[in-house]
């Protein structure tokens, strides 16, 4: 694999298939918006929800296990979190590459469609292990969901726009863990969590019928082919993208994975109070998303390599914090938050970037490795509480982690600056022996990570 500078411009929109902002009413395109993220909504209570409510989940489904060693009951449980980020992982790539010649909105639309029917699922098996599949099949869609509600959500806003436009579609997420997913855990310690699921799953439907009601028609892009998105997961620096997110958010799911336990174990809170634990973590949530969009437009370079040490520093905070104090787990609870989702949409507009042309892709890969570090928190949280290293454990893994996606980040960001400068370098020296122009950018000024628009797109390719 080499790394090549890209001297091609990046695509305008084709009108004929996005609509001009200016073309839609402020109403339409908020409403179109409000349609967007309540997808996100559900998904957000779906996926959060289930941490929430884990012991109950457990009692519910291994209650042999549970009255035996509620440890590893707990730890086995959290196969249900492991499958369904490992739903996202295979159905973010697979969905977005079968429906390359599908319009985004009759996509986002089915993938709405199989929200509702992996949700229900969900809330009807009834065994541990039915419901280990139903929460793989519920996380197909997710990955997809966000890849093509980010793209719709950028052009709905206009040019300049697409740190905010992933922020707006990453916006459903975050309120719900800031009202949704403590309310859902309320209801489940009251009605069970079954009744939680059908409830996500009726949020489901009111999503399908506002995306088809509010979201302006995109027809299909003319001439996409499967094989031209693939060409993207050729590109090195995509992949390294995607680990940097891994590695770097399996460390907070390491802890919100099993935060209903550390809030009660850890900290010494009753369990009624574990959904005023998670309602703090989704507004940590939606703060961070709304500077991380704003931060990323001004300089995702910036975003990353100041919001990485600030995520790594809260984690220890609540580390240090969270013992025998609800306050201090309160307020390390939620400057992890804030720190991880304003990473968020740099990460995502990264992605898409990098996979220039293959912008579906680029966008629903955000998640797939979102949920591989689901998945990988999940698996490395538990493994340590099975081992009888008590709660706090997974608190040490999660710094540990989030410092290799730092070291990661700063690793690639100074590897493209150097790898610009000789590129540049190198077209001077050989000036004589082409017959166009050679851009005159000066190396200082070359960022390290594409622009969408105006910049020399520096990507790696084979």
Known sequence: MTLSTDLRPTPAPDPATTPAPHEITPRRRALALFALALGGVGIGASEFATMGLLPGIADGLLPAQMADDPDAGIARAGLLITSYALGVVVGAPVLALLSVRWSRTTMITALAVALVAGTVLSALMPTFELTVVARFLAGLPHGAYFGVASLLAASLMGPGSQGKGVAVALSGLTVANLVGVPLMTALGQVAGWRVVYLVIAVIFVLTV???????????????????????????????????????????????????????????????????????????????????????????????????????????????????????????????????????????????????????????????????????????????????????????????????????????????????????LAVLREHESTYTGSIPAISPERVEPVPAVTDAIPVSVGS
Not at 316 to 324: E, I, R, T, Y
Not at 351 to 375: K, T, Y
Not at 402 to 420: H, I
């Open 209 to 423: 019928l506002a995306l088809r009601w509010a979201v302006p028609h995109q027809a299909p892009v003319a001439g996409r082919r499967m094989v031209d998105e693939i060409v993207a997961l050729r590109r090195l620096q995509l992949w390294i993208v995607m680990a940097i997110a891994a590695v770097g958010f399996a460390g907070g799911f390491a802890v919100f994975s099993y935060v209903a336990d550390i809030a009660t174990q850890v900290s010494g809170a009753s369990v009624a109070l574990v959904p005023w634990v998670l309602a703090t973590a989704g507004l940590g949530m939606t703060l961070g998303n709304i500077a991380g969009g704003a931060a990323t437009d001004r300089s995702l370079n910036g975003t990353l390599l100041i919001g990485f040490p600030l995520y790594i520093a809260a984690l220890v905070g609540l580390f240090l914090g969270s013992q025998d104090s609800l306050v201090g787990l309160l307020l390390g609870f939620f400057a992890v938050n804030v720190a991880s989702s304003a990473l968020s949409p740099a990460l995502q507009t990264w992605l898409i970037r990098v996979a220039h042309r293959s912008e579906v892709l680029g966008a629903s890969l955000n998640q797939a490795a979102f949920n591989v570090a689901n998945a990988l928190g999940a698996v490395l949280g538990g493994a340590v509480i099975a081992a009888g290293f008590g709660y706090r454990a997974p608190m040490l893994v999660a710094i540990v982690l989030a410092s290799l996606g730092f070291a990661l980040v700063a690793g690639t960001l100074l590897g493209l600056r150097l790898r610009a400068r000789h590129t």
